[in-house]
């Protein structure tokens, strides 16, 4: 299908995960696309990074559906990095249509007990800056180039049900987890705000923006070791994100299937919207 032939997409986090589902579907629909990544160990996160491997097999798949892919290592929470790859995609394509928001981090740890306190404002200002201020980071670097081309488009904000609902407190399974499952919650509710203003602010140009809201996804974010480990210390831990119907996580091509509804033609007035992908989970 080529639902957005012709289109250029920038998408954050792209090395595996959410992130590479969305390249992959987005080059099988049509569109080119740029790619950011860290590809390294953030500080204060304890779940394994992505990696340049990871990278080179979503620059491989999208070149499998036969499109363009261009990889930026960087971090997003540094704007001028963002706005050089902004500026190499205008300079490389002449145009940028669609922004995906994708990159972020959940910083928890399997460490019981308490933390000191540089460690818990650490993860927390780790939590807050990629997920909050690299969402920020990125549309701050690509409005203005989307509004110069006059073409319109489209931005998505990947949040989560997190983005929607409150969480209890982990505070039971140690303050390096607490911390981090606050921060989570706190950014992925930001993101909501950012994305309202920013639909407001951008409908005259016919720039679209979007928030998705999954539940829990198969990636490396959900299926680790650490995760594992707090789910045989705390058998009932994680039951708070258990989902309506009967699945435990959806795939992430489940939630890419959403996005391009969103940045396609049939999505083209659907604007300041929250879209939950969520198997029921906010049915409480």
């Known amino acids: 299908m080529t639902l957005i032939k012709g ?3 920038l ?11 969305h390249a992959s579907r987005l080059a099988a629909e049509g569109a080119d696309v740029v790619g950011v990544d860290i590809c390294t160990q953030p500080d204060h996160v304890s779940i394994p990074g992505a990696t340049h491997e990871d990278l080179r097999e979503t620059e491989r798949l999208v070149s499998r559906a036969g499109q363009r892919f261009v990889a930026h290592v960087g971090d997003v929470r540094d704007f001028g990095f ?4 902004v500026d190499h995609t205008i300079a490389e394509f002449g145009r940028l249509d669609i922004v995906c928001a994708s990159a972020g981090v959940w910083a928890i740890s399997a460490a019981d007990g308490a933390v ?11 939590t807050i800056a990629t997920n909050l201020m690299g969402a920020w980071n990125t549309l701050d670097a690509a409005i203005p180039a989307m509004i110069k081309a006059g073409n319109g488009g489209s931005i998505t904000l990947i949040g989560s049900v997190a983005s929607m609902s409150g969480q209890l407190p982990m505070d039971s399974l140690g303050s390096r ?8 919650v706190a950014s992925k509710h930001a993101l909501v705000g950012l994305m309202r203003s920013y639909a407001l602010a951008l409908a005259e140009h016919s720039i679209r923006v979007n928030c998705l809201a999954p539940t829990g996804v198969r990636t490396a974010m959900s299926q680790n070791e650490i995760v594992e480990a707090i789910g045989e210390r705390h058998p009932s831990a994680f039951d708070v994100f258990a989902n309506r119907m009967p699945i435990d996580v959806l795939e992430p091509e489940d939630v890419s ?9 049939s999505g083209r007035f659907t604007t300041g919207v929250v879209l939950p992908v969520d198997g029921g989970f906010l049915l409480r």
């Open 7 to 9: 289109k250029v997409a």
């Open 257 to 265: 299937s959403v996005l391009v509804h969103l940045v396609s033609d």
């Open 82 to 85: 963002l706005r050089s790859v």
């Open 116 to 126: 000191s306190d540089a460690e818990r404002a650490g993860v927390w200002e780790t």
């Open 177 to 184: 987890v607490h911390a981090a499952q606050m921060g989570y």
């Open 11 to 21: 998408i954050t986090g792209v090395a595996r995960g959410q992130g590479r589902a």
